[in-house]
C-alpha cells in the first residue's frame, strides 16, 4: 500500500529493532534520526531516472532522487547490480565507494528453465531475431525498427524481427512509429508475452536484440546467452559489463 515502507515498516522496525536490515528492491524507511535504524544493507538497481528524467512523471523523479539519496545515505552497506551503477551512484550522490559492493544479478540455469516451457504462439515466423522487456521510449525499439526496415529494403535479411512485452511509459508513441513503418508482415509485435513461453520464445530466436539507451543491468541479455543465442547490444551503461 501506499507509504507502507516509511509508515507500517518504520513502525515496525522501532518497535521490534532486527538486528540487521536488508532491502534487496525497494527503500530503507525515513526513520529520524537515522541513528535508530538497524544496521541496514540495501540494493540499488539504477538511477535511471537522472539519465532519463522525461521517462517518469514529476512526482516520480522526485520520490526516486530522494529515496535513493536516502537509502544510499544511510546504508551500512551498498549493494549495485552493475559498475555503472556503482560508478552513477559515486558521481550523483558522492557515496563512499569502499560502501558500495557490485554484485551482479543471475540467470535461471537453462535446464530449469525449460521445465514450466509452454509452446511458442503458433503466429511466429521460422526464423527471426527477438527483443524481450517493456515497450518504452528507453529501450530504444524504433530505433533498432528504422535500422531492421533499412534491412528489409536492401534485401540483406531473411529474418523477421519479434518484439515481445507489455506496454510501458510513453508506449503509445514506440508503437505507432513501428507501425508506420509499415512491415507488418517483417515486424510482430506480441505484446505481454507469458514467463512460461519466454524461454523457447529465446531459443527459437536467431539473436536477441538488446539496444537500450541505458540499463542498470541488463537480465534479458543473461537470459539469452544462457540459452545460447547470439546477442546484440549497445555499448552503454551497464550493459558492456554484462
Known amino acids: 500500500r501506499r507509504l507502507w515502507t516509511h509508515r507500517t515498516l518504520a513502525a515496525e522496525i522501532l ?22 535504524l538497524p544496521p541496514s544493507v540495501v540494493t540499488i538497481h539504477d538511477l535511471g531516472y537522472l539519465h532519463f ?12 532522487d530522494w529515496s535513493t539519496r536516502w537509502s544510499a545515505r544511510v546504508a ?6 552493475s559498475r555503472a551503477t556503482a560508478d552513477d551512484l559515486q558521481s550523483a550522490y558522492a557515496i563512499d565507494r569502499r560502501k558500495i559492493d557490485v ?28 527483443f524481450v522487456g517493456t515497450i518504452q521510449p528507453r529501450k530504444n525499439l524504433v530505433r533498432l525498427a528504422l535500422a531492421y526496415a533499412q534491412l528489409v529494403k536492401s534485401h540483406a535479411v531473411p529474418w523477421d524481427l519479434v518484439i515481445a512485452g507489455g506496454k510501458g511509459w510513453l508506449s503509445d508513441e514506440v508503437v505507432r512509429a513501428i507501425d508506420d513503418l ?4 517483417r515486424i510482430h509485435l506480441l505484446g505481454f508475452v507469458p514467463e512460461a513461453q519466454l524461454p523457447a520464445l529465446r ?40
Not at 76 to 81: C, F, S, W
Not at 103 to 129: C, D, F, N
Open 76 to 81: 551500512a552497506r551498498v549493494i549495485a547490480i
Open 53 to 64: 528524467p522525461q521517462a517518469h512523471t514529476w512526482r516520480q523523479r522526485q520520490y526516486l
Open 103 to 130: 554484485i551482479y544479478e543471475a540467470t535461471v540455469p537453462p535446464q530449469q528453465m525449460e521445465t514450466a516451457v509452454t509452446a511458442v504462439p503458433a503466429q511466429l515466423p521460422r526464423s527471426y531475431a527477438l
Open 182 to 185: 509499415a512491415l507488418p508482415e
Open 15 to 36: 518497535r521490534r529493532p532486527p538486528d540487521v536490515l536488508f532491502v534487496p528492491a525497494h527503500v530503507i524507511p525515513f526513520v529520524w534520526p537515522s541513528r535508530r
Open 203 to 242: 531459443k527459437g530466436a536467431q539473436l536477441f536484440c538488446y539496444v537500450s539507451l541505458y540499463e542498470g543491468f541488463g537480465l534479458p541479455i543473461l537470459e539469452a546467452q544462457a540459452a545460447g543465442v547470439p546477442v546484440m547490444t549497445a555499448n552503454n551503461s551497464s550493459l558492456p559489463e554484462v
